[in-house]
């Protein structure tokens, strides 16, 4: 078993200012600010001319995005982005395709708290939790 903890601002900041999850697909996000934005991961392959052979945008596609929404002097109220490593390799060196989840994306992986000692991890009313093979 991985153990392992990581503080708000170090886990932000691989999400939103590094390239740390740019590989990974994003099936899909939720932000609470002034108005709730929802965003699909789901691409529309009729928009693209040459249409791509993956379902899902990557992260790095819509990080800046994200991040224009979430920045601020204000915390935003709640956000929640599900990110899916596919076929790359997770931490137990497994690759995620192995697992299936009911309501999931074929490829999304467990959800496993940011500190096993408590449910989830929380910094003002931001809650996180880190997915993984």
């Known amino acids: 078993m991985n153990m392992f903890t990581l ?5 932000m900041s691989h999400l939103l200012l590094r390239d740390t999850f740019d590989k990974f ?14 965003l699909d991961g789901f691409l529309h392959k009729d928009f693209f001319d040459e249409k791509p052979a993956r379902d899902y945008s990557y992260w790095r596609e819509v990080r800046d995005l994200c991040f224009s929404l979430i920045k601020g002097k204000r915390t935003p109220l709640h956000f929640k982005i599900v990110l899916s490593a596919g076929a790359l390799r ?3 060196g497994r690759t995620s395709d192995t697992y299936i989840f009911p309501g999931r994306h ?4 467990p959800e496993f708290p940011l500190r096993r000692r408590r449910p989830a991890m929380y910094h003002r009313n931001f809650h996180a939790d880190i997915h993984h093979g």
Do not use: P
């Open 106 to 109: 074929h490829g999304a992986v």
């Open 25 to 38: 697909s994003f099936i899909e996000g939720e932000i609470t600010t002034f108005n709730k934005f929802t």
């Open 90 to 92: 997770g931490f137990s």
């Open 7 to 11: 503080s708000a601002k170090s886990c």
